[in-house]
């Protein structure tokens, strides 16, 4: 009777009839009033203790997958605050008991299910890049064309002009 279950590091699948070997979901009107009321609880998650928001955004799968393998995408993700994020249980595969607990390891670099807006990241090259703002998916069509290979039609990403 589940109708939505999560996955590794934020990611929510609708327990969809048709698509899960025992679904209950209906597609079309059911899985998208399902999805909007997971989108607007996690949005209303705080933390108990200081009452900050503790999700910035949810995102629908067509916002963030497209290619030959979006029907394996997950239905939502959810993108944490900076300071949230799934439990390390929860990453595991594991249930915790809380749905908010502190996180008092000692940790670093991990930004697990944290929203991709507060995570810019850093773009090291040894040529000048003529894009002002270049995407960890503009690398692969770049280095493609650098090397005289033309990137697939499908590929995501453009070419930034490495030079």
């Not at 996690?42 to 009452?51: H, K, S």
């Not at 994020?85 to 996180?103: A, D, K």
């Not at 270049?134 to 090397?147: G, K, T």
């Amino acid at each position: 009777k589940t109708r939505a279950y999560a996955l590794a590091l934020g990611q929510i699948y609708v327990n969809l009839k048709g698509r899960e070997r025992q679904g209950v979901v209906e597609p079309g009107a059911a899985y998208d009033s399902l999805r909007n009321e997971l989108v607007r609880k996690f949005g209303a998650l705080r933390d108990p203790e200081t009452d900050e928001s503790i999700v910035r955004h949810v995102y629908k799968r067509e916002e963030i997958y497209n290619g030959p393998y979006f029907s394996e995408a997950p239905d939502l993700v959810v993108g944490f605050e900076r300071g949230y994020r799934v439990s390390w249980q929860t990453s595991l595969g594991g249930i915790p008991p809380e749905i908010i607990e502190p996180n008092e390891r000692r940790w670093s670099a991990d930004h697990c299910s944290v929203d991709p807006d507060l995570v810019p990241g850093v773009l090291f090259s040894n040529r000048p890049i003529d894009s002002r703002s270049p995407h960890i998916a503009d690398i692969a069509p770049s280095v493609l064309r650098r090397m005289g290979i033309v990137p697939p039609a499908d590929m995501d990403g453009r070419d930034i002009g490495l030079r």
